[in-house]
């Protein structure tokens, strides 16, 4: 029997069941905490960092998208140490990519800016390193930017995991990884792919979007993934 | 009272971020009472002046000209403003990158079947192989992003230097706002 | 008799003490016979026969046995959480994936004395209720991989291996698995995954593995020198164990002395001993005349321990005490004609290389560091470039995932920490004191 526990986050006194973790209790208590890999309906995998909270008794700062809540719990949110790790984080991730905010077509709409705005990032104190990426458009209906990409695994794990297709994955390693479409062939060509566009509706940033989009015309929409999964388990 | 001097630069941009300070349309009045506009694209002068109170550098550092530019206007600005994404990251202008100078001039000026195809070498600025944000080069004081910045934001942010405070942008403006 | 197998360095001042090590170049690791004959095999049966699982636990436990494979966590305890944990099956695992540059503990091992590995996974198994076991050893050892599949071989038929083992209610199978050249799989969720045939990418921890390990069992995961501990823990007695080293690291420890120093090569001595003894008295001091300078151990995740700490018990707390760590047992011994900011950058290098990709700080993080020190090593950098490599060496330790991550940093901090002298020489004076660096080319061209 799962039991129900109370908890502290952010001096706020909270509940949560024993299989929640403490990004989920935290979003039940109206407490936003930054993320990017994490996405409601998906396997957490621990990767962008952007969440990490702080725990009482913990030396080391934990994910809250991995972290079950326990009893007595305290959880600390929004410190000025994880403010300031968070900062670092998004100058990573924008310095790492060509993220041209100016002309991408989910301008005003995606995560990463808003990430940005929220957490005061308003200029990169270290280099952009100015990867040299080629986009992918040769798939009829979608595209693939990769120098929008943050590697989050949104994509794959929404393919594997949802759809079934395990058409996307991930290739090389450290500051050469990049997401793929079966064995690294033109997306267009890839056999296993549905075309079902969910990868791109969860997509944070416009590293994958719906072609025929100008700048800041594409919108989002990652809400079928709770309807989708809500109705499975019903199923089940 | 001694008003306080304002110069704006224009570097490697469109000059959009210009376009939206002009935008401010009537608050450009109640702001030409309290500030001298010294040195701008918009005025008439040659050489920038020896002391400046606020500086507003729109455009990334692409040439040679630029950065010795943007030397000199460091050297003479109390309060130097990164004014839009060119100046704050890169932006458009730093597209060019990944590729380097050298293939962009290619690309531009001997590919096409010109009648006589050559590159610009005389009178225009060196390009610079790699485009830099204008922090990777001096000290920036102050940081307002946006593809252009809103008049809005850019009124907001001169009114706070004004007064002597310093602006707050976190949630007015944002990259390729 | 295969006479390639490599055993300890002579001990000409008696200050090695070989446990780990006293079969190896002593016995032909290709036959089984060549090591039932030094006693092999006798401390399984003995077990098998006379000891419950709760028993053998409590004698890894009572001697003090400590993971070898770098952090320092007490044996006895996973066993004992393994061995408590829920599940019809569970499994044992062994970490042969040793990466670190300068290390050859565990190859040695392996290929010196096979069968000593797998008595003491037998022996794990049995105490933990593992009836599968993996041996996870990267591909680039291709001796110690043959001789670990040819000893698998011997002992399933010699009935150690199989069902109903000896009679026995127990049954195990062996395999071994080879790692395809990452040294993140060396992190136990890493390799886990790469065992299940995955990407090897480290998840976040907990679930540890004791509790949810391979394909979601309990599992028992331990690195090759500390299987090969167990066998003289059972055959000698735990009190036996925990006379030798210090009163928290017990036993002895397997280094490899690398560097600049005269004889390089394998050794064994108890925990506890001074860096200068195993320097000076066991590897003969530094050649050439030249100054000893600095001892790098614990591999990319340690750190540079300087001259002045010289005198440093070799143990996991000390070294630790020290910015370094005892890590697997890599060894490098530095002197004057390294520089420090180069080192860094080479061990950062490495991490950088070999980081999975997976974490942002790590990810990304080591390359932008990266980028700094080679900065630096131009003389093209500034104090706040300095400043910034010393804000991200504090973000990418408490941020990253995984070990290789959050010690990746390490090598800059220790150096930081003890040579900071030498970086500003790089930053401010824009000069290399050893001559390593562009930056002293760039001074003669002046």
């Known amino acids: 029997m799962t039991r129900v526990v109370t908890l502290k986050i952010d001096d706020i006194d909270a509940t949560g069941r024993e299989d929640e973790t403490v990004l989920e209790v935290a979003i039940e208590h109206g407490i936003q905490i930054p993320r990017l890999c994490a996405l409601e309906g998906l396997t957490p995998v621990g990767a962008c960092r952007l969440c990490l909270v702080e725990v009482a008794g913990s030396s080391k700062l934990l994910p809250a998208c991995t972290t079950y809540v326990t009893e007595g719990m305290v959880v600390t949110t929004n410190s000025e140490r994880l403010k300031k790790y968070r900062r670092m984080t998004i100058e990573l991730l924008f310095t790492e990519g060509n993220h041209v905010c100016s002309v991408c077509v989910v301008n005003g709409r995606c995560e990463l800016q808003n990430l940005a705005i929220r957490l005061g990032v308003d200029h990169m104190r270290i280099p952009y390193l100015y990867p040299k990426r080629i986009v992918d458009a040769s798939h009829e209906r979608f595209a693939l930017d990769p120098n929008r990409c943050v590697l989050c695994t949104r994509c794959v794990r929404v393919c594997g995991e949802i759809e079934g297709a395990h058409t996307w994955d991930l290739m090389s390693r450290g500051i050469d990884s990049a997401v793929i479409t079966d064995l690294n062939m033109p997306w267009g060509d890839s056999e296993t792919c549905t075309a079902c566009g969910k990868c791109v509706q969860v997509c944070p940033t416009g590293a994958l979007f719906e072609k025929g989009m100008a700048v800041g015309e594409m919108t989002k929409r990652a809400s079928f993934l709770a309807t989708l999964t809500a109705s499975r388990e019903d199923g089940r | ?177 | 008799m295969a006479s390639d197998a490599v055993g300890a360095l002579p001990d000409e001042n008696g200050k090695q003490r070989l446990i780990v090590l006293e079969n190896a170049g002593m016995i032909d690791p290709e036959d089984i016979e060549s090591y039932m004959a030094v006693g092999g095999y006798a401390t399984f049966n003995d077990v098998l026969q006379s000891m419950t699982p709760p028993e053998v636990i409590d004698q890894i436990r009572n001697s003090g046995l400590r993971g070898r494979g770098g952090a320092g966590y007490p044996a006895g305890l996973k066993w004992s959480t393994v061995g408590k944990a829920l599940g019809a099956q569970k499994y044992v695992v062994c970490n042969g994936d040793e990466g670190d540059p300068g290390a050859f503990m565990d190859r040695s091992i392996m290929e010196a004395d096979p069968h000593r590995v797998l008595e003491g996974m037998m022996i794990a198994a049995y105490a933990v209720g593992a009836s599968q076991g993996y041996l996870y050893v990267r591909a680039e050892y291709p001796l110690a991989i043959k001789r670990l599949k040819h000893a698998i071989k011997q002992a399933e038929k010699h009935g150690l291996l199989g069902h109903n083992i000896s009679g026995t209610p127990f049954s195990l199978s062996l395999q071994v698995r080879l790692g395809a050249g990452a040294f993140v799989c060396g992190e136990e969720t890493a390799l886990l995954a790469s065992i299940e045939g995955r990407r090897g990418q480290p998840r976040p921890r907990p679930p540890y593995p004791a509790e949810s390990g391979l394909w979601g069992c309990p599992t028992l995961i331990n690195n090759v020198e500390t299987y090969a501990n167990v066998v003289p823990i059972l055959r000698e007695g735990a009190e036996w164990f925990a006379g030798i080293g210090t009163e928290r690291s017990k036993g002895t420890k397997v280094f490899a002395l690398s560097g600049r120093i005269a004889r390089t090569g394998l050794i064994e001595v108890p925990m506890g001993i001074t860096l200068r003894e195993i320097i000076y008295d066991i590897g003969g001091g530094i050649p050439d005349g030249r100054k000893f300078k600095a001892v790098q151990t614990g591999g990319p995740s340690g750190g540079c321990i300087p001259a002045a700490h010289i005198d440093t018990p070799v143990d996991y707390e000390s070294l630790k005490q020290v910015g370094s760590m005892m890590g697997s047992g890599g060894m490098i011994v530095m002197d004057d004609s390294s520089c420090m900011v180069d080192v860094a950058k080479y061990f950062l290098e490495f991490c950088m290389t070999e980081s999975c990709g997976k974490c942002v700080p790590c990810r990304v993080g080591t390359a932008q560091m990266h980028g700094l020190l080679e900065k630096i090593c131009e003389g093209e950098a500034t104090l706040d470039d300095l400043e910034m490599l010393e804000e991200l060496c504090d973000m990418v330790t408490n941020t990253s995932l995984c070990g290789l991550g959050q010690a990746a940093p390490n090598a800059v901090v220790t150096t930081l920490h003890f040579f900071r002298d030498e970086y500003m020489a790089h930053i401010v004076d824009k000069t290399c004191p050893a001559h390593v660096c562009p930056v002293s080319r760039k001074e003669a061209v002046q």
């Open chain 2, 1 to 177: 009272m001694t008003r306080t001097k304002i110069a704006t630069v224009w570097l490697d941009g469109c000059s959009g971020c210009h376009m939206s300070f002009l935008d401010i349309d009537g608050a450009l009045l109640d702001l030409a009472s309290r500030i001298d506009l010294v040195y701008s694209p918009l005025v008439d002068r040659k050489d920038f002046p020896d002391s400046v109170d606020i500086t507003l550098i729109e455009g990334a550092v692409s040439s040679e000209d630029d950065l010795a530019k943007i030397r000199k206007v460091r050297a003479h600005t109390r309060t130097l403003v990164s004014f839009g994404d060119c100046a704050v990251t890169g932006n458009v202008p730093a597209l060019r990158n990944g590729v380097g100078a050298e293939s962009v001039l290619r690309r531009v000026y001997l590919e096409p079947d010109l009648h006589t195809a050559q590159a610009p070498n005389l009178v225009v600025p060196k390009l610079l192989n790699v485009v830099k944000p204008v922090h990777a080069v001096v000290p920036v004081d102050v940081f307002i992003p946006g593809c252009p910045p809103s008049a809005k934001t850019i009124l907001y942010t001169l009114t706070e230097l004004l007064e002597g405070r310093t602006p707050d942008l976190s949630d007015r403006t944002r990259f390729g706002a």
